[in-house]
């Protein structure tokens, strides 16, 4: 692969990401189903690529790289994380990151116990690692369906990303079209009062567009122009740790063949190393978490194009019936989640947190953010605020299990891994409840 190879790949992606903005912000249909503009991306590059008619002329090597814009994502995540206090985790946020940690864990165990049991049963040449597929995609996203198909195949099973990836598209659809079902089911029961039309809706939501007086800045220039733009100094930093990323990954699984640790994994510690070192030396103020975040975003929207634009179909057709009940069983658990487990686990508007968590669960948090919008016109509710709170934490979990959970499960390490979920799950049942009993009674008082 040349250097223009490289560029021409990039700019193929951004002429759909143009294109495809172009369409979003213009067709009524489109606009309705909120789709992200890189899922649209991906879908049409999908149609048009090498998978498809195969009219763009993408290179051969344009399907690797999710591997290093995961390890990218990644680096930006860890340096602009910020890990809350434990009081503040407690007083404002516990009941709902005890809540996020059984959805969680329930999707990563029923994904285990359905591939490694029960689809095995039936369709013996699968792996005992299929049903991860699920989690990797609706919890994960196409972030960590990449970052886990990339695991699978260094281990072997170089079919995961392709699932993986399918996983998390069909979880974003779902997260939209059942969100939206879900919210005009609550409206008809009473359980939220107000219920935002889509012809109501801001033009940011439906269009995607930000009219002049309503926008802000992207971020904040930390350093003089003169000596070097802020954004380069931004993209620096995360390039660096993205390459010490690969470094130590290839360093830490040359330690011993059993050992497989993920580029994105250490990118996110030394990401969080460096946000750490630079915070104690005094120049973290010359860094700002928004221009982290826009680094990451962008690096994840193009990740997202190139994921689903090189997916397998003839991949997708060899595993068609098993994955079709992985997403059936994955989005009837979301369900049981948001309508029974929520009003168990949380008390005051359960159902606009039910709603949120449905659109995280299956999709994304910025879906997540859109249904919350909807359900929630008026703002009532201090969900948002709370996540933030409750997200650091568990997103700690989510990592180690991303990172850990493929070389478990193909080393046989089957029932001690669900045994490990099942006793996690229980001490975050207690901690809830205890939780959900300490805000009542405080209500009470």
């Not at 790289?65 to 407690?90: D, K």
């Not at 130590?248 to 996110?268: H, K």
């Not at 948001?338 to 949120?356: Q, S, T």
């Amino acid at each position: 692969m040349t250097i223009w190879s490289l560029t021409i790949d990039f700019g193929i992606a951004s002429g759909l990401i143009l294109l495809c903005k172009l369409i979003r912000a213009n067709v009524t249909l489109v606009q309705k189903l909120f789709m992200p503009v890189a899922l649209i991306a991906g879908l049409l590059g999908l149609a048009l690529g090498p998978q498809g008619a195969d009219i763009l002329p993408f290179s051969g090597s344009f399907n690797a790289y999710g591997g290093m814009l995961i390890a990218v994502i990644f680096a930006g995540v860890g340096l602009s994380t910020r890990f809350p206090a434990p009081s503040l985790l407690v007083s404002r946020s516990g009941q709902l990151w005890a809540f996020n940690q059984m959805a969680t864990a329930s999707q990563w165990l029923l994904g285990l116990v359905a591939g490694a049991l029960l689809f095995t049963y039936f369709w013996p040449d699968l792996s005992p690692a299929f049903g991860l597929i699920m989690p990797a995609g609706f919890m994960g996203g196409h972030g960590t369906a990449v970052a886990m198909g990339n695991s699978f195949a260094e281990l072997g099973w170089a079919d995961a990303t392709t699932l993986a990836l399918t996983s998390a598209t069909v979880g974003v659809f779902a997260a939209i079209l059942i969100g939206l079902a879900i919210i005009r089911y609550g409206a008809r029961k009473g359980l939220i009062s107000g219920l935002t039309p889509f012809e109501q809706m801001e033009k940011h939501h439906r269009k995607g567009l930000i009219e002049a007086a309503d926008r802000v800045a992207i971020g904040k220039e930390t350093v003089s122009a003169s000596s070097i733009d802020a954004l380069s100094l931004h993209i620096a930093l995360i390039l660096l740790i993205t390459a010490g990323a690969y470094y130590l990954s290839s360093y830490l699984s040359g330690l011993n063949d059993f050992i497989s640790v993920p580029t994105f994994a250490c990118a996110f510690l030394l990401g969080t190393v460096s946000r750490s070192l630079l915070d104690r030396l005094g120049l973290l103020q010359h860094f700002d978490v928004k221009l982290f975040n826009h680094v990451s975003s962008t690096a994840t929207d193009y990740l997202i194009v190139f994921g689903i634009a090189s997916i397998k179909i003839t991949v997708l057709l060899s595993y068609a019936v098993p994955l079709l009940a992985l997403m059936i069983i994955g989005l009837l658990l979301c369900l049981f989640m948001v309508f029974y487990v929520a009003p168990r686990m949380l008390d005051e508007r359960w159902f606009e947190k039910g709603v949120f968590s449905w659109g995280w669960m299956t999709g994304t948090v910025a879906i997540a953010i859109l249904l919350l919008r909807i359900a929630d016109p008026d703002r009532k509710t201090s969900i948002l605020d709370d996540y933030a709170i409750a997200y650091v934490p568990g997103a700690v979990f989510d990592i180690i299990l991303i990172s850990f959970m493929p070389g478990l499960i193909l080393q046989g390490f089957i029932y001690e891994t669900m045994a490990a979920l099942v006793a996690y799950m229980i001490v975050v049942g207690v901690i809830g409840r205890m939780l959900k009993g300490r805000a009542l009674r405080l209500k009470a008082a």
